[in-house]
């Protein structure tokens, strides 16, 4: 899931909508599926997390229109295509444009307030609140609704033993659900001591110059996938208890 975040979101026509910040997690039956995407500034505060992104979510309600703001989100089913973006259908792409992403966000609030951006930045102004429709509850962060921010980081214990932080949330599609995907259910995450080649994007498929690909074998050779039928998860704590019938295997074993 984590090969999705920081995509660039584009509209039918190729217009620029931001990029997916976090993922919209939701229990269907007993399993999680990923049922949308998080773009904007209140996706980004989420991920962050720390002291840095409860001071971007306090900067976001500040300057929102509204006075008790919730995240917008697309539903999976509005993603018409997955390349090196992700594009969304035209009912999105206007909600989206709306509900200002990120980079009209930073545009109109940052960008436009400088001396002389105004006359510069005419695309970055946003109709007022009062002459907005009001956004359908599909596009609006349930209750309930969990990201995977909010997974990633979580500690994962199996019995008396400490496996690290996951590092990696896996789904696999299932079933139809409308969109390139169908249903995207969580399947297994994948967790470690170590976080550096999952930041840098090594653990999964470990590529560049074979010292860098041997280093970060080694490096994460404590790596544990974990299939998710056998964790429960503490959301309020960020923790993942793995039974201990489970099956423990490195992520390249297959």
């Known amino acids: 899931m984590l090969r999705l975040l920081d995509h660039q979101v584009v509209g039918p026509k190729g217009e620029l909508l931001g990029n997916v910040d976090d993922l919209v997690l939701r229990q269907v039956g007993d399993g999680l599926e990923v049922v949308a995407f998080m773009s904007g500034p209140a996706g980004l505060a989420?991920?962050?997390?720390?002291?840095?992104?409860?001071?971007?979510?306090?900067?976001?309600?500040?300057?929102?229109?509204?006075?008790?703001?919730?995240?917008?989100?697309?539903?999976?089913?509005?993603?018409?295509?997955?390349?090196?973006?992700?594009?969304?259908?035209?009912?999105?792409?206007?909600?989206?444009?709306?509900?200002?992403?990120?980079?009209?966000?930073?545009?109109?609030?940052?960008?436009?307030?400088?001396?002389?951006?105004?006359?510069?930045?005419?695309?970055?102004?946003?109709?007022?609140?009062?002459?907005?429709?009001?956004?359908?509850?599909?596009?609006?962060?349930?209750?309930?609704?969990?990201?995977?921010?909010?997974?990633?980081?979580?500690?994962?214990?199996?019995?008396?033993?400490?496996?690290?932080?996951?590092?990696?949330?896996?789904?696999?599609?299932?079933?139809?659900g409308g969109g390139p995907w169908g249903r995207l259910v969580l399947t297994d995450v994948v967790c470690s001591p170590r976080t550096l080649g999952a930041e840098l994007g090594y653990t999964m498929s470990p590529q560049g110059p074979r010292l860098v690909e041997l280093a970060m074998r080694s490096w994460h050779r404590h790596d544990r996938r974990v299939d998710l039928r056998h964790v429960d998860i503490a959301w309020d704590d960020r923790h993942l208890e793995v039974s201990t019938s489970a099956r423990l295997w490195h992520p390249r074993e297959g």
């Open 46 to 176: 989420r991920r962050q997390g720390g002291r840095g992104g409860r001071w971007l979510h306090a900067v976001w309600t500040r300057l929102h229109p509204r006075e008790h703001p919730r995240p917008v989100v697309v539903p999976l089913r509005e993603v018409t295509k997955v390349g090196s973006a992700l594009e969304v259908s035209a009912a999105a792409a206007e909600v989206l444009a709306r509900s200002e992403g990120f980079e009209l966000w930073l545009r109109q609030h940052v960008v436009g307030r400088l001396p002389g951006a105004r006359e510069a930045e005419p695309a970055a102004r946003v109709a007022p609140a009062e002459h907005r429709k009001p956004l359908s509850e599909a596009y609006l962060l349930q209750e309930g609704d969990h990201t995977t921010s909010e997974l990633v980081g979580s500690r994962v214990s199996f019995g008396d033993r400490d496996l690290g932080a996951v590092i990696e949330v896996l789904a696999a599609p299932r079933g139809r």
